[in-house]
């Protein structure tokens, strides 16, 4: 009789799962694990040094940003599931991993945004992660910043001095430093759809802030506080190449 | 609201809940915001009451934000409050060019702005960097030389303060308190500063009469001054270099502060501008312009007829000075008086 029961449970199991796989569960849990690394190396914010693309050294002390405006898609069908209200910051000395539901299905592709959208970032009157407290609004102008990246460099002396990266964009009128980054999972073996909890490692290498359309030498910069203009532009326009990549 | 009453009515039935949960349902209904646009003259010039869909006006937020105002609790020393530096006898100035009461001591870099009318600024702050006063009002509350407060420290202290839970859930009928409704109460209490009660006001409104000086000297402001402080608000809500500096350097330490408009937007047309100030309650808000450079209006008058400093972001207008005879100053002076508002520095609803 105990056996008959193991037979018939085991039967069912297999026969439910055969006929229709997307049917055992009705959602997707995705975890997102960000990992930082400062040219390949794992990033610490203790005092350790590091070596920036051209050669100069750099000691961080902060790195942070925001994750936004998340979107699987499935791109035979076109099907795809956006991640309402979902603003995260991934902060070195904080919370790496982000996790949320995604409805059953199967997807392919997974695109998101570093910063805030235009709409959000007119006001800093925000909660959860948004919440000013979070030391990511600037103080004479209302805006996030989008991503923080904050240390001392050090080039041919024994003077450290401060390099400050504060990109983000309070101009209204474009969103010209709110980047998408977009991820072909299928290419990674990682299509979503055939289990009911997925983990995705993301790895990003802090170098590209520094490599890329326009290659930033530290000691030859006007200011080493960069906080918005021409500079933080290029800065973004050089992580939005290559800042992600999926492990 | 009789709507309302029913349908809460109804849900608590449905609820199950007993008699003995009744008292919560009084406590719901009272804790409804009463929401109002407040009356202004039409002598501001303004067709509407600007205010944001997340926070609009109503009774219990702006008496919250008031209380707040004049809390000192809310800074790192607990020694200084928004109005420390806001003080309603000086329109909500302060009367110092720079003042350094802050936490650190040190003395600030920008000359503490009159606190009216600012429903219908699009920017606040000198450079007009903030855009609305709910944002605006984590720039003071957390600057080290000014309130250096740690919002998460406000927080707390407002969580466990005696009052101020309540307080909260009248003005926005909710028990979680957020550094964003310590932001909206406070921006809803400056909502409410309207100035327009001076003698020009009354003349205006048919009320009163201004006397030949300062008729004659209504003429000298409209010649000579309304491009740039336009009639209502007197202000034309603009930025613009008038001449202050002949150039503008920038110590990475400062954030550009030097530069005026031009560290918000990066235009080079903004390079060394500022908001147009206000005409009205000038007698409260000495000393002048952002850095409070000119103590009283003959330094100010001075400056605009022979003191401009010409560079290429130079206020057109002011190519050729402001140059004006003995009695066109006198005059002009006579108008600027009638537009000081004696009910607005003593108004009750603005007092501690």
Same mark, same amino acid.
């Given at each position: 009789m105990k056996n008959l029961a193991i037979i018939l449970l085991?039967?069912?199991?297999?026969?439910?799962? /055969? *006929?229709?796989?997307?049917?055992?569960?009705?959602?997707?849990?995705? &975890?997102?694990?960000?990992?930082?690394?400062?040219?390949?190396?794992?990033?610490?914010?203790?005092? /350790?040094? !590091? &070596?920036?693309?051209?050669?100069?050294?750099?000691?961080p002390s902060k790195f942070k940003y925001y994750i936004s405006n998340i979107t699987f898609?499935?791109?035979?069908?076109? &099907?795809? +599931?956006?991640?309402?209200?979902? +603003? +995260?910051?991934?902060?070195?000395?904080? /919370?790496?991993?982000?996790t949320f539901e995604v409805p059953a299905g199967s997807y392919d592709k997974l695109s998101y945004y570093v910063g805030i959208d235009k709409e959000r970032n007119l006001s800093t009157d925000q909660v959860g992660d948004l919440d000013p407290n979070n030391d990511m609004v600037w103080s %004479?102008?209302?805006? !996030?910043?989008?991503?923080?990246?904050?240390?001392? %460099?050090? +080039?041919?002396?024994? *003077?450290?001095?401060?390099?400050?990266?504060?990109?983000?964009? &309070? *101009?209204?009128?474009t969103e010209v430093n709110f980047k998408e980054f977009s991820f072909d999972l299928s290419s990674e073996g990682l299509t979503l759809g055939s289990e009911a909890m997925v983990d995705l490692d993301i790895e990003a290498e802090i170098s590209s802030l520094f490599t890329g359309d326009s290659d930033l030498v530290v000691h030859e910069l006007e200011s080493t506080s960069i906080m918005g203009g021409p500079l933080a532009i290029s800065v973004a326009n050089n992580y939005q190449k290559s800042l992600f990549s999926i492990k | 609201m009789g709507f309302r009453k029913t349908g809460l009515l109804f849900i608590l039935l449905a609820s199950g809940l007993s008699n003995a949960c009744m008292p919560a349902f009084d406590e719901v209904e009272k804790n409804t915001p009463e929401y109002y646009v407040p009356v202004y003259s039409s002598t501001l010039q303004q067709n509407d009451f600007p205010q944001p869909v997340r926070n609009y006006l109503n009774k219990e937020g702006v008496e919250l934000g008031k209380t707040l105002f004049f809390d000192p609790g809310l800074s790192a020393n607990g020694k200084v409050s928004c109005a420390g530096c806001h003080l309603p006898e000086k329109a909500f100035s302060d009367g110092l060019a720079l003042t350094n009461i802050g936490v650190s001591g040190l003395a600030l870099h920008r000359n503490s702005p009159a606190l009216f009318n600012l429903a219908w600024h699009d920017g606040l702050f000198w450079e007009g960097g903030a855009n609305d006063l709910e944002s605006m009002v984590f720039g003071p509350l957390t600057h080290p030389d000014e309130m250096a407060a740690d919002l998460n420290e406000v927080l707390e202290y407002i969580n466990t303060h005696e009052a101020y839970p309540l307080l909260f859930q009248e003005a926005f009928s909710s028990d979680s308190i957020t550094s964003s409704s310590i932001a909206?109460?406070?921006?809803? $209490?400056?909502?409410?500063?309207?100035?327009?009660?001076?003698?020009?006001?009354?003349?205006?409104?048919?009320?009163?009469?201004?006397?030949?000086?300062?008729?004659?000297?209504?003429?000298?402001?409209?010649?000579?001054?309304?491009?740039?402080?336009?009639?209502?608000? $007197?202000?034309?809500?603009? @930025?613009?270099?008038?001449?202050?500096?002949?150039? @503008?350097?920038?110590?990475?330490?400062?954030?550009?502060? @030097?530069?005026?408009?031009?560290?918000?937007?990066?235009?080079?047309?903004?390079?060394?501008?500022?908001?147009?100030?206000?005409?009205?309650?000038?007698? $409260?808000?000495?000393?002048?312009?952002?850095?409070?450079? $000119?103590?009283?209006?003959?330094?100010v008058l001075d400056h605009y007829e022979t003191g401009i400093k010409t560079n290429e972001t130079l206020a057109p207008q002011l190519e050729n000075g402001i140059v004006l005879s003995t009695t066109e100053r006198t005059q002009l002076l006579a108008f600027l008086n009638s537009l000081n508002d004696y009910n607005f520095i003593t108004n009750p609803a603005y007092q501690k």
């Open positions: 085991v039967v069912l199991g297999f026969t439910s799962c /055969k *006929d229709d796989e997307e049917e055992m569960f009705t959602s997707i849990q995705v &975890n997102l694990e960000f990992a930082h690394v400062l040219n390949g190396e794992a990033l610490e914010l203790d005092g /350790k040094a !590091y &070596n920036l693309p051209s050669g100069e050294s750099f000691t898609e499935n791109s035979e069908t076109g &099907n795809t +599931y956006f991640v309402a209200d979902g +603003y +995260y910051l991934i902060d070195e000395a904080g /919370k790496k991993e982000i %004479w102008k209302t805006g !996030y910043k989008f991503l923080v990246l904050e240390g001392e %460099w050090e +080039y041919e002396s024994s *003077d450290r001095r401060g390099l400050v990266i504060h990109i983000g964009n &309070n *101009d209204p009128e | 909206r109460s406070l921006a809803q $209490f400056m909502r409410t500063l309207i100035s327009d009660e001076s003698k020009y006001d009354q003349w205006k409104r048919d009320e009163t009469e201004l006397n030949s000086e300062e008729l004659k000297g209504y003429s000298v402001y409209q010649e000579h001054c309304s491009s740039c402080h336009k009639e209502g608000l $007197f202000t034309d809500l603009s @930025y613009h270099n008038n001449g202050l500096d002949s150039s @503008y350097p920038d110590p990475p330490e400062l954030e550009g502060l @030097y530069q005026g408009r031009y560290r918000i937007t990066y235009k080079d047309e903004d390079m060394g501008a500022y908001k147009t100030a206000s005409l009205r309650n000038l007698s $409260f808000t000495a000393p002048y312009m952002h850095d409070g450079r $000119f103590a009283n209006l003959e330094q």
